[in-house]
C-alpha cells in the first residue's frame, strides 16, 4: 500500500484526502524548519558584504556548527516536547494551566 491510500484497496483510483493532509502539513513543518535553520544560520556566519562567490574558510566552519547545534537544539526540544505530552496524559497539546 502507498503513503497516500493507493494499492491494494477495494477503492484503488481515490486518495486518501487524510494522507494528503498528514503529509502536506508535514512539508509545511519541514520546509519552516529549513527556511529558520537557513535564516539564522546565514545571519550569524556570513557577512553581509559578499566579497567572495564561495564561503570562506571560517564561514564554512561556522555553518557547520550552526546547523550541528540549530538540529541538537531541535531534537531536545522535541523530546522534551514529547516528555511534558506524555505526562500529561497523553493529551494532543497536553500542556495545562
Same mark, same amino acid.
Given at each position: 500500500?502507498?503513503?497516500? #491510500?493507493?494499492?491494494?484497496?477495494?477503492?484503488? +483510483?481515490?486518495? &486518501?484526502?487524510? $494522507?494528503?493532509?498528514?503529509?502536506?502539513?508535514? =512539508?509545511?513543518?519541514?520546509?519552516?524548519?529549513?527556511? $529558520? =535553520?537557513?535564516?539564522?544560520?546565514?545571519?550569524?556566519? *556570513?557577512?553581509? $558584504?559578499?566579497?567572495?562567490?564561495? =564561503?570562506?574558510? +571560517?564561514?564554512?566552519?561556522? *555553518?557547520?556548527?550552526?546547523?550541528?547545534?540549530?538540529?541538537?537544539? &531541535?531534537?531536545?526540544?522535541?523530546?522534551?516536547?514529547?516528555?511534558?505530552?506524555?505526562?500529561?496524559?497523553?493529551?494532543?497539546? #497536553?500542556?495545562? =494551566?
Amino acid at each position: 500500500m502507498s503513503f497516500l #491510500g493507493r494499492g491494494s484497496t477495494p477503492n484503488a +483510483g481515490a486518495i &486518501n484526502q487524510e $494522507r494528503v493532509d498528514m503529509a502536506t502539513q508535514e =512539508l509545511d513543518m519541514i520546509t519552516d524548519i529549513f527556511n $529558520r =535553520l537557513v535564516s539564522s544560520c546565514h545571519a550569524k556566519c *556570513i557577512s553581509p $558584504r559578499y566579497a567572495e562567490g564561495d =564561503l570562506n574558510k +571560517g564561514e564554512s566552519v561556522c *555553518i557547520d556548527r550552526c546547523v550541528a547545534k540549530f538540529f541538537e537544539v &531541535n531534537k531536545k526540544v522535541g523530546e522534551k516536547m514529547q516528555a511534558v505530552g506524555a505526562a500529561a496524559g497523553g493529551n494532543p497539546g #497536553g500542556f495545562s =494551566l
